[in-house]
Each structure stands twice: as C-alpha cells, then as structure tokens.
C-alpha cells in the first residue's frame, strides 16, 4: 500500500541545509537538482547520504556514499516539495511537538530520554538534523489535516459503521508491523530503489534499530512513531506485505517488497486474534525523589547519593499503597503517586515492564534509578481482561489516520504532477 511520509528536510551534516528560494549556496556547491526553484546541491545529496551510512551503521567510504546518492536525491526532492508547502499554509510547529515526537522515538527504541540524541552525536551526527526533520513532518501532518478540514473527523454514523464492521472481525488474525517505505517517483528509479532497501535490510539485520532508521529513512506516513502502524487487520495490507507477513516469524525482517508505489520493508513485531488478546491492567503506585542536578552516569554526586540513601532509608517503611502515597506527598510530589490504570504491555523500556510483571502484590521495588531521580515502585492490584473492541474515541482515531494517510498519498502525487523539477544529468 503506497503510503508517502511526512516528511521535510533531513538536514546534512554541520551546518549544510538545503536552501530554500532567496538563500544563496556557496559557489562552488553544483546544483544536483532544483525543485520550483529550491535548490539541491550535491553537497546537501552527500551530507544527507553521510548521515544515512553514520545511522545505519556503514563505512562512510565514497562508493557506499554513491551508491547511495540516486535515492538520496529523490528523498531530497520530496522533502523539498513538503516544505514548500508547509511554507504555503503559513503552518507553525510548536517546540513542545517537536520533543513528544522525539520522545516517542526514544520509548519505541528502549531509549532513555535524550539517548537519541547521545546515539546520534556520538555517531558524528548534529541532533540539530533531527528536530530539523521532526519539524517537517510534524508540519506536514498539519498540512493534511488543513487540506482536509471537516472531513477529517468521521461522524458518529461512520464511527457506527466501522464498529459494526468491526463485530464480524473478532476472532480474526491482526499483524503488528513496523515498516519503512522506499519510493519510486520514475519507472528508472526502480533499480536504485531496491538497491537502496536491501543496503537499509542489510544493515537492519546487523543489528541497527528499526525504529530510528525508519524515523529518519522511510517515507512514510507511519515515520513519526518510528514505523510502527499498530495492530494492522490482513485486508488494509498490500496484498504482496499480507502474502509475506503471512509467512513471518515474529521479529523477522522482510526483503524488500514491491508495492505500489514503491517498496517497503516490513518488521513483524507480532501476531494475535482481533478482540481476544488478554492484557493485564496494572494500579500501582510510585514515591519519586528528584535529583538536585541530573546524573550523567559515572560516579554519583554527594547529593545524588543522599538522594539514594534516603531512598533505601524509606523503603523499609513501605509496606502498602497508601503508604507509598504518603512518602510520595512528603518529598513533595514531584511526580504523581498514582499514574493512573497501566496497560502491562505498553510499558517500556522492557525490563520495567519484567519488573513490573514479576513484582508481587503490595512489595515495594528495589530504587530504580534514572537521569533524574530515584523511583520505587508497588503493585497494588492487576487485573486480566479480554480486549474486545475498541472504543470509540479509539475508532475515531484509526478513521482519522485512514483519511490522513490517503490524503498525504493523494498531495504528494499532486505535488510532483506540478512541480518543475530541474535534475543536472551529470549529478
């Protein structure tokens, strides 16, 4: 299922961007393509091709470099045709939008906060190209969302249909999968396209985290959550990605798939019956102490070892929720007691969500912790439960992200029929 990303500029190394009408480049930088005027020199096709072999783990050399550049060169083309028209609905993304979505990407690869951004510098890559790129995507999802209007939000008469349409699926098989999805704008291209995915398969399956490759690299619709499109029925899969997945083992990558449109690599992250799956509801409560200043790692402060100390000292006394309550209000409720119902399996990273799972009712949690603080945490109930079907507001949701996406497909494919897109053939 073709399914164009939200994207804008993935800025280059350092301080390349790609310049926008009126900014002029350095002289000497040859013009790779120009897009309705924007300018693409190949020094912003090789940044952005560094970036790629810096995040995905291969050598940087000059032939990995040029094999990259052909569909590197596209993604830049597409980029730049988001961003103009992000420009052209005056749309304004926010800071706060920016650090939730770079948030989400930490969370889906088991990340601290801020371990992106040290994964990415330590790698020689500025974050600053991150935000950059967030920024766009963020502002091309308003884009659609503008373009669309009343139409985005279904009516309580198409949430009814889906529900009932939903009724005769329980029992049915759902796929969770990630993707990452690879264009081709021209029949030409095909050829670098598949070369392209099998170099992102290659380095996939050396152990590069899907979910930061598919944030930067796929093209997408699903690239702000790092690929991930949820549970996902066989119907609403291309028929090729439903033929292969069928076959899969959960955490297997797929080759690269023709779809239409382009090809698409598939991550199968898990199987199970629509409506049947059981899932553990946790109520729990947390005593947080903040840290005076953040732990970096290495050796702890005086302070932060005080902090420590005063956790353990607490801990002996904490032998039932509310108890836990009333040591989370006396060092000042930093952070809520009671996060409220907790869906065992959304925890991340993994081994909280082991802690969790294994802790017995009414046990305080050894200190756990953080960049911030130290956390200990109780169990006070679980409960188990058959999903069943999703609630309204969830239905709601799933039909917004349908319209959305096929409205980004419909954009982008308008967009290129209008452009005036200048190539220099010796690039």
């Known amino acids: 299922m073709?399914?164009?990303?939200?994207?804008?500029?993935?800025?280059g190394l350092g301080a390349m961007v790609v310049a926008s009408p009126g900014i002029a480049r350095a002289q000497d930088a040859r013009i790779a393509v120009v897009v309705n005027g924007t300018v693409i020199t190949n020094q912003d096709v090789?940044?952005?091709?560094?970036?790629f072999a810096l995040s995905a783990g291969l050598p940087p050399t000059s032939q990995t470099l040029e094999h990259l550049k052909p569909q590197i060169t596209s993604e830049l083309i597409d980029q730049a045709l988001q961003l103009q028209a992000i420009e052209q609905n005056k749309i304004v993304v926010s800071q706060a939008d920016i650090a939730a979505a770079l948030a989400r990407i930490d969370k889906a690869n088991g990340l601290p906060p801020d371990g992106l951004q040290k994964k990415l510098e330590a790698s020689g890559v500025p974050y600053s190209t991150?935000?950059?790129?967030?920024?766009?995507?963020?502002?091309?999802?308003?884009?659609?969302?503008?373009?669309?209007?009343?139409?985005?939000?279904?009516?309580?008469?198409?949430?009814?249909?889906?529900?009932?349409?939903?009724?005769h699926e329980l029992g049915e098989t759902q796929y969770h999968i990630a993707e990452i999805f690879i264009p081709i704008e021209r029949p030409s291209d095909e050829g670098n396209a598949k070369l392209f995915a099998q170099t992102v398969i290659k380095q996939l399956r050396n152990g590069a985290p899907f979910p930061v490759v598919a944030a930067q690299f796929s093209q997408?619709?699903?690239a702000l959550t790092g690929g991930d499109r949820g549970w996902v029925e066989p119907d609403l899969l291309d028929p090729a990605v439903r033929a292969i997945v069928q076959r899969m083992p959960a955490g297997a990558i797929s080759d690269p798939v023709r779809v239409a449109g382009g090809f698409e690599i598939v991550n199968l992250l898990g199987t199970r019956k629509f409506g049947e799956v059981k899932e553990t509801i946790l109520n729990i409560r947390q005593v947080f102490l903040p840290f005076p200043s953040p732990f970096q790692g290495g050796q702890p402060s005086p302070a932060q070892l005080a902090v420590l100390t005063h956790a353990n000292a607490l801990r002996g006394g904490l032998h039932d929720?509310?108890?836990?309550?009333?040591?989370?209000?006396?060092?000042g409720n930093v952070r809520k007691a009671d996060p409220g119902p907790v869906n065992l399996a959304t925890v991340q990273p993994v081994a909280f969500q082991s802690l969790l799972s294994s802790l017995p009712i009414g046990q305080i949690s050894q200190p756990l912790v953080?960049?911030?603080?130290?956390?200990?945490?109780?169990?006070?109930?679980?409960?188990?439960?058959?999903?069943?079907?999703?609630?309204i507001p969830a239905i709601a949701n799933i039909l917004v992200q349908r319209r959305v996406a096929l409205e980004s497909q419909q954009l982008m494919d308008a967009l290129h029929r209008n452009a005036v897109i200048e190539r220099d053939q010796a690039s």
């Not at 950059?132 to 669309?148: P, Y």
């Not at 953080?370 to 609630?391: D, E, F, I, N, Y």
């Open 321 to 331: 929720c509310d108890a836990v309550s009333a040591a989370n209000a006396a060092v």
């Open 2 to 11: 073709k399914s164009l990303r939200p994207y804008g500029f993935l800025l």
């Open 220 to 222: 997408s619709q699903s």
């Open 46 to 51: 090789d940044a952005r091709a560094r970036l």
């Open 130 to 167: 991150l935000v950059g790129q967030f920024r766009t995507e963020l502002g091309w999802t308003d884009v659609l969302k503008k373009k669309l209007g009343p139409d985005l939000r279904p009516t309580k008469e198409d949430v009814l249909a889906e529900q009932r349409a939903m009724k």
């Open 370 to 391: 953080s960049q911030h603080g130290v956390a200990m945490v109780m169990v006070c109930k679980r409960a188990t439960s058959t999903t069943g079907l999703p609630s």
